[in-house]
């Protein structure tokens, strides 16, 4: 018996299943390749280069180098700098917000359909429960379609269980880079922070 027979004989909620499975599937592809692209437009040594110039005192030097970047990190220590006389902080948490929103598009998704994969499955048993009761009560003498209606309750089951699962681990994993993420943002931010203070201070001296 192959996979599509099996997946045909879990009755009508199957659909459904099936539908909540393409869009798991297609948003874990998705936040795959942004993740290597992510990773590919890192660029440690820019952000090394803005705090250094930052720390020289040459923030317009820091600016144009990270305007030339893709990295996250110079992007959002960038948009600080811009307004580092007026409202860092608030730029400074507006461009996080904005990075990390990236990190987030898909993880809703995956969110419900952890959620509402197995209430699917719930579903299908109890649909496929109710018909073989149903035949136990009118049809005694019909035992293959008796045990069919329990295979549907099965199958039902079975594969809204494994589209959780699979949207289990990708949504943990996706969770856990864009804490990290989250954290190298507020961590540059404090350096940098502390950075412009340092040189304010020795600029009143």
């Avoid at 499975?21 to 040594?45: A, C, G, K, N, W």
């Avoid at 030097?61 to 960038?78: F, L, M, P, Q």
């Avoid at 990708?170 to 412009?196: D, K, S, V």
């Amino acid at each position: 018996m192959n996979s599509l027979s099996i997946f045909l004989k879990g009755g009508p909620i199957m659909v459904p299943i099936l539908i909540v499975s393409l869009l798991v599937m297609t948003t874990i592809i998705e936040r795959m390749i942004f993740l290597i692209r992510y990773h590919r437009d890192r660029s440690p040594q820019t952000v090394r280069e803005i705090f250094a110039s930052v720390e020289h005192g040459c923030p317009d030097e820091a600016i144009r180098a990270g305007e030339k970047s893709s990295d996250s990190v110079a992007s959002v220590i960038t948009a600080a700098l811009r307004e580092r006389d007026t409202s860092y902080t608030s730029a400074l948490l507006t461009a996080s917000s904005r990075e990390l929103k990236k990190f987030n598009r898909g993880l809703p998704l995956l969110d419900t359909a952890i959620t509402i994969a197995p209430l699917l499955g719930l579903l299908g048993t109890v649909m496929g429960m109710i018909r073989s009761f149903g035949l136990i009560a009118g049809e005694l003498d019909a035992p293959a379609a008796i045990t069919g209606g329990i295979a549907e309750a099965l199958i039902a089951t079975a594969f809204g269980l494994l589209v959780a699962i699979m949207a289990l681990l990708p949504f943990n994993y996706l969770n856990a880079r864009m804490e990290e993420a989250r954290t190298e943002l507020e961590e540059a931010g404090n350096r940098l922070e502390i950075l412009l203070i340092r040189r304010s201070s020795l600029g009143r001296e």
